[in-house]
Protein backbone atom coordinates (compact mmCIF):
# COMPACT_ATOMS: atom_id res chain seq x y z
CA UNK A 1 0.00 0.00 0.00
CA UNK A 2 1.37 3.58 -1.32
CA UNK A 3 1.80 6.00 1.40
CA UNK A 4 -1.24 7.88 0.30
CA UNK A 5 -3.17 4.94 0.88
CA UNK A 6 -1.60 4.26 3.60
CA UNK A 7 -2.73 7.38 5.38
CA UNK A 8 -6.42 7.94 4.04
CA UNK A 9 -7.70 4.60 4.19
CA UNK A 10 -8.30 4.42 7.75
CA UNK A 11 -9.84 7.45 8.30
CA UNK A 12 -12.50 6.77 5.55
CA UNK A 13 -12.71 3.18 7.63
CA UNK A 14 -13.18 5.38 10.81
CA UNK A 15 -16.32 7.48 8.88
CA UNK A 16 -17.72 4.35 7.52
CA UNK A 17 -17.95 3.02 11.03
CA UNK A 18 -19.64 5.69 12.26
CA UNK A 19 -22.11 5.83 9.15
CA UNK A 20 -23.25 2.27 9.55
CA UNK A 21 -24.71 -0.15 12.24
CA UNK A 22 -21.47 -2.35 13.43
CA UNK A 23 -22.97 -5.31 12.33
CA UNK A 24 -23.46 -4.18 8.88
CA UNK A 25 -19.81 -2.77 8.58
CA UNK A 26 -18.20 -6.13 10.03
CA UNK A 27 -20.27 -8.46 7.39
CA UNK A 28 -20.40 -6.22 4.33
CA UNK A 29 -17.61 -3.36 4.42
CA UNK A 30 -14.93 -4.88 6.20
CA UNK A 31 -14.05 -6.82 3.81
CA UNK A 32 -12.87 -4.04 1.45
CA UNK A 33 -9.32 -3.29 0.97
CA UNK A 34 -7.63 -0.33 -0.91
CA UNK A 35 -6.11 -1.08 -3.88
CA UNK A 36 -4.95 2.61 -5.87
CA UNK A 37 -5.81 6.01 -6.07
CA UNK A 38 -6.41 6.94 -10.06
CA UNK A 39 -6.72 10.92 -10.07
CA UNK A 40 -9.47 11.90 -7.65
CA UNK A 41 -11.10 7.92 -7.74
CA UNK A 42 -10.38 5.62 -4.94
CA UNK A 43 -10.44 2.16 -6.03
CA UNK A 44 -11.48 -0.57 -3.41
CA UNK A 45 -11.58 -4.16 -3.55
CA UNK A 46 -14.17 -6.47 -2.87
CA UNK A 47 -14.49 -10.31 -2.54
CA UNK A 48 -16.27 -10.89 -6.11
CA UNK A 49 -19.10 -12.96 -4.44
CA UNK A 50 -20.01 -9.77 -2.34
CA UNK A 51 -18.64 -6.89 -4.88
CA UNK A 52 -21.91 -6.65 -6.60
CA UNK A 53 -23.88 -6.28 -3.36
CA UNK A 54 -22.07 -4.24 -1.96
CA UNK A 55 -21.51 -1.52 -4.81
CA UNK A 56 -24.88 -1.18 -5.09
CA UNK A 57 -26.01 -1.10 -1.65
CA UNK A 58 -23.03 0.73 0.11
CA UNK A 59 -22.60 3.08 -3.23
CA UNK A 60 -23.49 6.20 -1.82
CA UNK A 61 -22.29 5.69 1.48
CA UNK A 62 -19.06 5.07 0.62
CA UNK A 63 -18.68 8.15 -2.16
CA UNK A 64 -19.77 10.59 0.90
CA UNK A 65 -17.37 8.62 3.50
CA UNK A 66 -14.72 9.13 1.02
CA UNK A 67 -15.67 12.80 -0.03
CA UNK A 68 -15.86 13.53 3.55
CA UNK A 69 -11.51 12.57 3.54
CA UNK A 70 -10.63 13.01 0.07
CA UNK A 71 -13.15 15.89 -0.67
CA UNK A 72 -16.53 17.00 -2.46
CA UNK A 73 -14.55 15.47 -5.75
CA UNK A 74 -13.31 12.50 -4.32
CA UNK A 75 -15.70 9.06 -6.43
CA UNK A 76 -15.07 5.50 -5.45
CA UNK A 77 -15.32 2.73 -7.63
CA UNK A 78 -15.71 -1.17 -6.07
CA UNK A 79 -13.76 -3.99 -8.42
CA UNK A 80 -13.61 -7.46 -7.37
CA UNK A 81 -10.12 -8.57 -5.44
CA UNK A 82 -7.11 -8.79 -7.91
CA UNK A 83 -8.85 -7.20 -11.23
CA UNK A 84 -6.47 -3.84 -10.35
CA UNK A 85 -2.95 -3.66 -10.14
CA UNK A 86 -2.32 -2.79 -6.08
CA UNK A 87 -0.07 0.54 -7.36
CA UNK A 88 -1.32 4.07 -7.60
CA UNK A 89 -0.88 5.40 -11.56
CA UNK A 90 1.13 8.62 -12.15
CA UNK A 91 -1.33 11.41 -11.91
CA UNK A 92 -0.34 13.89 -15.05
CA UNK A 93 -0.17 17.84 -14.14
CA UNK A 94 -3.09 18.20 -16.84
CA UNK A 95 -5.47 14.82 -15.75
CA UNK A 96 -9.14 15.51 -16.41
CA UNK A 97 -11.49 16.57 -13.45
CA UNK A 98 -13.70 14.47 -12.37
CA UNK A 99 -17.24 14.42 -14.49
CA UNK A 100 -19.33 16.47 -11.76
CA UNK A 101 -16.48 17.70 -9.29
CA UNK A 102 -19.34 17.36 -6.26
CA UNK A 103 -21.83 19.11 -8.38
CA UNK A 104 -25.26 18.07 -7.48
CA UNK A 105 -26.72 17.44 -11.22
CA UNK A 106 -30.84 17.68 -9.46
CA UNK A 107 -30.45 21.41 -8.27
CA UNK A 108 -30.45 23.30 -11.49
CA UNK A 109 -32.05 27.11 -12.52
CA UNK A 110 -35.14 25.11 -14.02
CA UNK A 111 -35.65 23.46 -10.53
CA UNK A 112 -35.40 26.77 -7.98
CA UNK A 113 -38.32 28.16 -7.43
CA UNK A 114 -38.20 31.72 -8.07
CA UNK A 115 -40.04 34.80 -5.55
CA UNK A 116 -39.52 37.93 -4.52
CA UNK A 117 -37.42 36.74 -1.75
CA UNK A 118 -34.55 35.51 -3.86
CA UNK A 119 -35.33 37.08 -7.00
CA UNK A 120 -32.00 39.34 -6.97
CA UNK A 121 -30.11 36.28 -6.28
CA UNK A 122 -31.10 34.35 -8.65
CA UNK A 123 -30.47 36.53 -11.14
CA UNK A 124 -26.82 37.30 -9.99
CA UNK A 125 -26.03 33.72 -10.01
CA UNK A 126 -27.75 33.57 -13.39
CA UNK A 127 -25.62 35.78 -14.91
CA UNK A 128 -22.44 34.79 -13.55
CA UNK A 129 -22.98 31.27 -14.69
CA UNK A 130 -23.73 32.83 -18.02
CA UNK A 131 -21.03 35.57 -17.86
CA UNK A 132 -18.40 34.29 -15.22
CA UNK A 133 -16.22 37.05 -14.10
CA UNK A 134 -19.05 39.64 -14.44
CA UNK A 135 -19.39 39.90 -10.85
CA UNK A 136 -16.06 38.24 -8.60
CA UNK A 137 -16.78 37.06 -6.22
CA UNK A 138 -20.28 36.38 -6.28
CA UNK A 139 -21.13 36.62 -2.29
CA UNK A 140 -24.68 35.22 -1.34
CA UNK A 141 -25.68 35.30 2.51
CA UNK A 142 -29.12 34.30 4.00
CA UNK A 143 -30.25 32.22 6.86
CA UNK A 144 -30.34 28.30 6.65
CA UNK A 145 -32.82 26.63 4.35
CA UNK A 146 -33.16 28.85 2.17
CA UNK A 147 -31.58 28.11 -1.05
CA UNK A 148 -28.26 29.32 -1.14
CA UNK A 149 -26.56 25.90 -2.04
CA UNK A 150 -29.07 25.24 -4.81
CA UNK A 151 -27.65 28.09 -6.18
CA UNK A 152 -24.24 27.14 -6.17
CA UNK A 153 -24.79 24.09 -7.61
CA UNK A 154 -27.20 25.52 -10.26
CA UNK A 155 -24.73 27.78 -11.27
CA UNK A 156 -22.24 24.86 -11.31
CA UNK A 157 -24.71 22.91 -13.74
CA UNK A 158 -25.05 25.84 -16.12
CA UNK A 159 -21.29 25.93 -16.75
CA UNK A 160 -20.78 22.13 -17.15
CA UNK A 161 -23.51 22.24 -19.70
CA UNK A 162 -22.63 25.76 -21.16
CA UNK A 163 -19.38 27.30 -20.85
CA UNK A 164 -17.48 25.24 -23.74
CA UNK A 165 -14.92 23.87 -21.82
CA UNK A 166 -14.78 25.67 -18.40
CA UNK A 167 -13.58 23.56 -15.09
CA UNK A 168 -15.84 24.35 -13.03
CA UNK A 169 -16.14 22.72 -8.69
CA UNK A 170 -18.24 22.77 -5.28
CA UNK A 171 -16.49 22.34 -2.22
CA UNK A 172 -17.60 23.62 1.29
CA UNK A 173 -15.54 24.94 3.66
CA UNK A 174 -15.58 21.67 6.09
CA UNK A 175 -14.30 19.95 2.96
CA UNK A 176 -11.91 22.23 1.77
CA UNK A 177 -10.16 22.15 5.32
CA UNK A 178 -10.29 18.27 6.07
CA UNK A 179 -8.55 18.41 2.38
CA UNK A 180 -6.10 20.81 3.30
CA UNK A 181 -5.21 18.76 6.83
CA UNK A 182 -5.37 15.61 5.12
CA UNK A 183 -2.18 17.23 2.40
CA UNK A 184 -0.59 18.75 5.25
CA UNK A 185 -0.09 15.32 7.14
CA UNK A 186 0.05 13.74 3.79
CA UNK A 187 2.78 16.16 2.76
CA UNK A 188 0.91 16.78 -0.81
CA UNK A 189 0.35 20.04 -0.15
CA UNK A 190 1.01 21.25 -4.01
CA UNK A 191 -1.40 18.60 -5.36
CA UNK A 192 -4.39 20.14 -2.88
CA UNK A 193 -3.46 23.80 -4.29
CA UNK A 194 -3.79 22.44 -7.61
CA UNK A 195 -6.64 20.99 -7.09
CA UNK A 196 -8.70 24.25 -5.57
CA UNK A 197 -6.34 26.82 -7.80
CA UNK A 198 -6.80 25.24 -11.15
CA UNK A 199 -10.46 25.50 -12.04
CA UNK A 200 -11.91 28.44 -13.65
CA UNK A 201 -15.09 28.97 -11.39
CA UNK A 202 -14.80 27.78 -7.71
CA UNK A 203 -17.97 27.05 -5.98
CA UNK A 204 -17.24 27.65 -1.97
CA UNK A 205 -20.56 26.97 0.36
CA UNK A 206 -20.34 27.89 4.25
CA UNK A 207 -17.30 30.05 4.47
CA UNK A 208 -18.61 31.28 7.71
CA UNK A 209 -16.92 28.26 8.78
CA UNK A 210 -13.79 29.69 8.64
CA UNK A 211 -14.06 31.49 11.79
CA UNK A 212 -11.29 29.92 14.38
CA UNK A 213 -9.21 27.98 11.86
CA UNK A 214 -6.41 30.32 11.20
CA UNK A 215 -3.92 27.63 9.31
CA UNK A 216 -7.36 26.81 6.93
CA UNK A 217 -8.03 30.66 6.80
CA UNK A 218 -4.24 31.66 5.23
CA UNK A 219 -4.71 28.98 2.48
CA UNK A 220 -7.90 29.98 1.68
CA UNK A 221 -6.47 33.41 1.40
CA UNK A 222 -4.05 32.46 -1.06
CA UNK A 223 -6.10 30.01 -2.69
CA UNK A 224 -8.41 33.54 -2.92
CA UNK A 225 -6.18 35.87 -4.58
CA UNK A 226 -4.49 33.20 -6.80
CA UNK A 227 -7.60 33.08 -8.94
CA UNK A 228 -8.72 36.57 -8.79
CA UNK A 229 -4.88 36.69 -10.07
CA UNK A 230 -6.20 34.78 -13.44
CA UNK A 231 -9.63 36.00 -13.59
CA UNK A 232 -11.47 33.01 -12.25
CA UNK A 233 -15.01 33.09 -10.99
CA UNK A 234 -15.55 32.92 -7.10
CA UNK A 235 -19.00 32.21 -5.96
CA UNK A 236 -19.08 32.40 -2.02
CA UNK A 237 -22.48 31.58 0.60
CA UNK A 238 -22.57 32.24 4.35
CA UNK A 239 -24.88 32.27 6.69
CA UNK A 240 -24.02 36.32 7.45
CA UNK A 241 -23.01 39.91 5.81
CA UNK A 242 -18.98 39.80 5.19
CA UNK A 243 -18.64 42.21 7.66
CA UNK A 244 -20.41 40.20 9.93
CA UNK A 245 -17.82 37.33 10.13
CA UNK A 246 -15.96 38.59 13.03
CA UNK A 247 -13.58 35.82 13.47
CA UNK A 248 -12.11 36.39 9.99
CA UNK A 249 -8.87 38.87 9.21
CA UNK A 250 -10.20 42.09 7.48
CA UNK A 251 -8.45 41.27 4.58
CA UNK A 252 -10.39 38.42 3.58
CA UNK A 253 -13.42 40.24 4.85
CA UNK A 254 -12.63 42.59 2.16
CA UNK A 255 -11.85 40.91 -0.20
CA UNK A 256 -15.34 38.85 0.06
CA UNK A 257 -17.00 42.61 -0.45
CA UNK A 258 -15.06 43.53 -3.37
CA UNK A 259 -17.41 41.90 -5.81
CA UNK A 260 -21.38 41.99 -5.58
CA UNK A 261 -23.03 40.68 -2.28
CA UNK A 262 -26.69 39.72 -2.08
CA UNK A 263 -29.06 38.06 0.34
CA UNK A 264 -31.88 35.64 0.15
CA UNK A 265 -34.55 36.04 3.06
CA UNK A 266 -36.82 33.41 3.74
CA UNK A 267 -39.68 32.46 0.95
CA UNK A 268 -43.02 34.42 0.86
CA UNK A 269 -46.50 32.51 1.01
CA UNK A 270 -46.35 32.41 -2.71
CA UNK A 271 -43.05 30.31 -3.07
CA UNK A 272 -43.52 28.56 -0.41
CA UNK A 273 -46.79 26.93 -2.28
CA UNK A 274 -44.59 26.58 -5.54
CA UNK A 275 -42.08 24.98 -3.84
CA UNK A 276 -44.66 22.31 -1.95
CA UNK A 277 -46.43 21.73 -5.28
CA UNK A 278 -42.82 20.65 -6.95
CA UNK A 279 -42.09 18.38 -4.46
CA UNK A 280 -45.62 16.68 -3.95
CA UNK A 281 -45.26 16.54 -7.86
CA UNK A 282 -41.88 14.62 -7.36
CA UNK A 283 -42.26 12.47 -4.77
CA UNK A 284 -45.77 11.26 -6.53
CA UNK A 285 -48.35 12.03 -3.89
CA UNK A 286 -51.27 13.39 -4.72
CA UNK A 287 -51.82 16.40 -2.08
CA UNK A 288 -54.61 18.83 -2.57
CA UNK A 289 -54.41 22.50 -2.73
CA UNK A 290 -56.20 23.09 0.59
CA UNK A 291 -53.71 21.03 2.56
CA UNK A 292 -50.83 22.28 0.84
CA UNK A 293 -52.28 25.71 1.48
CA UNK A 294 -52.48 24.26 5.10
CA UNK A 295 -48.91 23.44 5.32
CA UNK A 296 -47.73 26.41 3.54
CA UNK A 297 -49.27 29.07 5.95
CA UNK A 298 -47.53 27.03 9.22
CA UNK A 299 -44.28 26.75 7.85
CA UNK A 300 -42.43 30.02 6.78
CA UNK A 301 -38.94 29.96 7.39
CA UNK A 302 -37.24 27.38 5.46
CA UNK A 303 -37.31 25.62 2.67
CA UNK A 304 -36.07 22.51 3.83
CA UNK A 305 -38.41 22.53 7.33
CA UNK A 306 -41.27 23.25 4.77
CA UNK A 307 -40.27 20.18 2.44
CA UNK A 308 -39.68 17.75 5.95
CA UNK A 309 -43.65 19.00 6.99
CA UNK A 310 -44.89 17.48 3.41
CA UNK A 311 -43.07 14.75 4.17
CA UNK A 312 -44.79 14.00 7.12
CA UNK A 313 -48.03 15.02 6.27
CA UNK A 314 -48.17 12.39 3.71
CA UNK A 315 -46.43 9.38 5.70
CA UNK A 316 -48.75 9.94 8.20
CA UNK A 317 -51.46 10.10 5.66
CA UNK A 318 -50.65 6.76 3.96
CA UNK A 319 -49.70 5.27 7.92
CA UNK A 320 -52.68 5.82 9.37
CA UNK A 321 -55.21 5.05 6.05
CA UNK A 322 -56.52 8.72 6.86
CA UNK A 323 -58.16 11.27 4.20
CA UNK A 324 -55.96 13.94 4.77
CA UNK A 325 -57.82 17.19 5.03
CA UNK A 326 -55.87 20.78 6.65
CA UNK A 327 -57.88 19.72 9.44
CA UNK A 328 -55.99 16.73 9.51
CA UNK A 329 -52.36 18.44 8.50
CA UNK A 330 -53.06 20.88 11.48
CA UNK A 331 -52.60 18.21 13.83
CA UNK A 332 -49.78 16.39 12.28
CA UNK A 333 -48.07 19.93 12.17
CA UNK A 334 -49.23 20.32 15.83
CA UNK A 335 -46.88 17.42 16.67
CA UNK A 336 -43.97 18.17 15.23
CA UNK A 337 -43.65 21.90 15.42
CA UNK A 338 -46.07 23.17 17.94
CA UNK A 339 -49.51 24.36 17.80
CA UNK A 340 -50.57 27.23 14.79
CA UNK A 341 -49.04 30.60 16.13
CA UNK A 342 -46.24 29.52 18.76
CA UNK A 343 -42.44 29.78 18.14
CA UNK A 344 -41.34 28.03 14.51
CA UNK A 345 -38.52 25.24 14.44
CA UNK A 346 -35.20 26.78 14.90
CA UNK A 347 -36.69 30.37 16.49
CA UNK A 348 -35.29 32.16 19.65
CA UNK A 349 -37.54 29.79 21.71
CA UNK A 350 -36.87 26.62 20.14
CA UNK A 351 -35.26 23.57 21.84
CA UNK A 352 -31.73 23.53 22.56
CA UNK A 353 -29.37 20.47 21.67
CA UNK A 354 -28.92 19.75 25.06
CA UNK A 355 -32.25 19.92 25.87
CA UNK A 356 -33.01 17.46 22.75
CA UNK A 357 -30.06 15.09 23.47
CA UNK A 358 -31.96 14.97 27.03
CA UNK A 359 -35.40 14.13 25.87
CA UNK A 360 -33.88 11.47 23.58
CA UNK A 361 -32.08 9.60 26.48
CA UNK A 362 -35.06 9.52 28.72
CA UNK A 363 -37.35 7.75 25.89
CA UNK A 364 -35.20 5.53 25.06
CA UNK A 365 -33.36 5.08 28.71
CA UNK A 366 -29.76 5.54 27.66
CA UNK A 367 -27.72 8.35 29.38
CA UNK A 368 -26.07 11.34 27.60
CA UNK A 369 -22.42 9.94 27.80
CA UNK A 370 -23.90 6.69 25.99
CA UNK A 371 -25.59 9.11 23.19
CA UNK A 372 -22.19 10.75 22.44
CA UNK A 373 -20.09 7.63 22.90
CA UNK A 374 -18.37 6.22 19.87
CA UNK A 375 -20.56 3.07 20.07
CA UNK A 376 -22.40 1.31 17.46
CA UNK A 377 -24.12 -0.77 19.93
CA UNK A 378 -27.58 -1.12 18.26
CA UNK A 379 -29.33 0.06 21.45
CA UNK A 380 -28.22 3.65 20.53
CA UNK A 381 -27.70 3.69 16.72
CA UNK A 382 -31.31 4.33 16.65
CA UNK A 383 -31.71 7.01 19.43
CA UNK A 384 -28.47 8.80 17.99
CA UNK A 385 -29.99 9.25 14.57
CA UNK A 386 -33.06 10.31 15.71
CA UNK A 387 -31.43 13.11 18.14
CA UNK A 388 -29.37 14.48 14.91
CA UNK A 389 -32.76 14.38 13.05
CA UNK A 390 -34.74 16.52 15.98
CA UNK A 391 -31.59 18.84 16.08
CA UNK A 392 -31.72 19.13 12.08
CA UNK A 393 -35.51 19.81 12.39
CA UNK A 394 -35.78 22.00 15.18
CA UNK A 395 -32.90 24.22 15.20
CA UNK A 396 -31.37 26.14 12.68
CA UNK A 397 -27.85 24.09 13.48
CA UNK A 398 -26.22 23.13 9.99
CA UNK A 399 -25.21 19.29 9.92
CA UNK A 400 -20.78 20.62 11.21
CA UNK A 401 -22.47 22.41 13.67
CA UNK A 402 -25.10 19.16 15.18
CA UNK A 403 -21.58 17.16 14.08
CA UNK A 404 -19.38 18.91 16.81
CA UNK A 405 -22.56 18.71 19.42
CA UNK A 406 -22.70 15.18 19.10
CA UNK A 407 -19.54 14.14 20.01
CA UNK A 408 -17.44 15.51 17.15
CA UNK A 409 -19.13 13.47 14.56
CA UNK A 410 -18.50 14.67 10.64
CA UNK A 411 -21.12 16.15 9.05
CA UNK A 412 -21.62 13.43 6.39
CA UNK A 413 -22.47 11.47 9.56
CA UNK A 414 -25.10 13.69 10.60
CA UNK A 415 -26.35 13.78 6.95
CA UNK A 416 -26.19 10.02 6.91
CA UNK A 417 -28.51 10.06 10.21
CA UNK A 418 -31.32 12.62 9.42
CA UNK A 419 -31.94 11.14 5.82
CA UNK A 420 -32.27 6.91 7.91
CA UNK A 421 -34.73 8.76 10.29
CA UNK A 422 -36.20 10.53 7.66
CA UNK A 423 -36.91 7.12 5.90
CA UNK A 424 -38.07 5.43 8.45
CA UNK A 425 -40.88 7.82 9.15
CA UNK A 426 -42.35 7.17 6.22
CA UNK A 427 -42.99 3.03 6.81
CA UNK A 428 -42.40 3.10 11.00
CA UNK A 429 -45.65 3.91 12.97
CA UNK A 430 -44.31 3.23 15.72
CA UNK A 431 -40.70 5.60 14.72
CA UNK A 432 -43.50 8.23 13.41
CA UNK A 433 -45.54 8.13 17.34
CA UNK A 434 -41.97 8.30 18.82
CA UNK A 435 -40.76 11.26 16.55
CA UNK A 436 -43.64 13.12 16.84
CA UNK A 437 -44.22 12.37 21.15
CA UNK A 438 -40.50 13.55 21.40
CA UNK A 439 -40.88 17.08 19.68
CA UNK A 440 -44.39 16.93 22.06
CA UNK A 441 -42.46 17.19 24.66
CA UNK A 442 -39.99 19.69 22.94
CA UNK A 443 -41.82 22.19 22.06
CA UNK A 444 -45.53 21.96 23.04
CA UNK A 445 -46.33 19.28 25.82
CA UNK A 446 -49.82 20.01 26.73
CA UNK A 447 -51.12 19.22 23.59
CA UNK A 448 -53.62 16.78 22.83
CA UNK A 449 -52.13 13.71 21.29
CA UNK A 450 -53.51 12.64 17.57
CA UNK A 451 -55.49 9.50 17.54
CA UNK A 452 -53.81 6.55 17.83
CA UNK A 453 -56.03 3.71 17.77
CA UNK A 454 -55.59 3.48 14.06
Not at 136 to 145: A, K, M
Request: proline letters at 6%.
Amino acid sequence: MNQDLAHIWPSIQGELRRAVPEHTYDLWLAALEPAAIDGDTLVLEAPAKLRPRIADRFGRVLQSCAAAVLGPGALVDVVATGDVPRETPARSEHAAEPERDGINPRLTFDSFVIGDANRFAHAAALEVAESPGTYNPLFIYGPPGVGKTHLLHAVGNYIRRYGGGLTVRYTTIEAFTNAFVWALHGGDIERFKARFRRTDVLLIDDVQFLESKARTEEEFFHTFNALRDVESQLVLTSDRLPRNLDGLHDRLRDRFESGLVTDIQPPDLATRMTVLRKRAQQDDATVSEPVLAAIGRRIDGNIRVLEGALIRVVAYGSLSGKTMTPELADAVLDGFYGRAGTTKPGGPAGPSVEAIQAAVCDAFSITVTELLSTSRSARLVWPRQVAMYLARENTNLTFPDIGRRFGGRNHTTVMHAVKRTADRLTTDREAFDTVRELTERLGSPAQPELDRRD
